[in-house]
């Protein structure tokens, strides 16, 4: 009788090469970026089909065609675009000042101040504005700065916030001066919260930009209340067809430049 003890397994070259070549992770980041294109692709290729089966009225051809439509989303865009700049600019420098402050007081009043615009309605922000100023894109671009604020800035103060206390004590230890530490080493690892703050912020806007149409500043606002006002329902398709498309297309260019600037490690 032969005993055979337990045999040593050496897994062959191919397959060595085959698990080695065969990356795990960027199966799932290669979906998540292409996702969301296709889903918005295949939802505006089927409502041009359909858009194209209809007998369209001679008001519903004056709005459903390419020279109108092209318009109202490059004024969507370009209101969108600057009120997430200026909540940059503006939202980033106070939520550092606020985490600097040791005035509770300060804290306090500054996030007050940014949740009002937040809590009230965009409509009524963007009426209230209409009335004491003006009406016109500039109304409308305030409106959307306010409403957009707070995200970012309570991601800044938070992604400053969760920064390792002993890895600024070593920053300083290096000679660092504190604004060396904030542009070095806390803003690089706030980054990924700072930037999910804008990313909404750029998604709100993009939302609330559809209200501007009321104090007469463009957008696809128009086609959604042509739409509802004359009961043209491909109109009022279409247009919010538009806008939620864009507003996935905003985000997933959003995630693909936060992951990008992300700094490596994190």
């Known amino acids: 009788m032969t005993v055979t003890g337990p045999q040593l397994v050496v897994p062959s070259a191919t397959t060595v090469l085959r698990t080695q070549s065969t990356p795990r992770r960027e199966m799932p980041v290669l979906l998540r970026r292409t996702i969301p294109l296709i889903v918005v692709a295949v939802v505006l290729l089927l409502t041009y089909v359909w858009v194209s089966s209809l007998e369209l009225d001679s008001i519903e051809q004056r709005t459903l065609n390419a020279d109108y439509i092209s318009a109202r989303i490059g004024e969507h865009l370009v209101l969108s675009i600057i009120a997430s700049v200026l909540v940059a600019v503006l939202a980033i420098p106070a939520g550092i000042a606020v985490s600097r402050s040791p005035s509770r007081v300060f804290r306090g009043v500054v996030i007050g101040i940014a949740n009002i615009g937040q809590a009230t309605p965009a409509i009524g922000v963007v009426i209230l504005l209409a009335i004491v100023w003006q009406t016109g894109f500039t109304t409308a671009l305030l409106a959307l700065v306010i409403y957009s604020f707070l995200p970012v800035l309570q991601n800044t103060i938070a992604g400053l916030a969760q920064v390792d206390p002993s890895i600024r004590e070593s920053a300083r ?10 542009r070095r080493v806390e803003l690089p690892l706030a980054s990924p919260v700072i930037l999910a703050g804008l990313r909404t912020a750029l998604v709100f806007a993009v939302g609330v930009a559809t209200v501007a149409t009321f104090i007469n500043a463009g957008g696809l606002g128009d086609m959604i209340i042509n739409g509802l ?3 043209r329902y491909p109109v009022l398709v279409v247009g919010a067809i538009l806008v939620a498309s864009i507003a996935v ?16 490690g994190l």
């Open 173 to 182: 230890g290096m000679g660092m001066t504190p604004a060396q530490v904030l």
């Open 249 to 264: 297309l905003i985000d997933w260019a959003a995630g693909v430049v936060e992951d990008i600037v992300r700094p490596k």
């Open 229 to 231: 006002k004359l009961q």
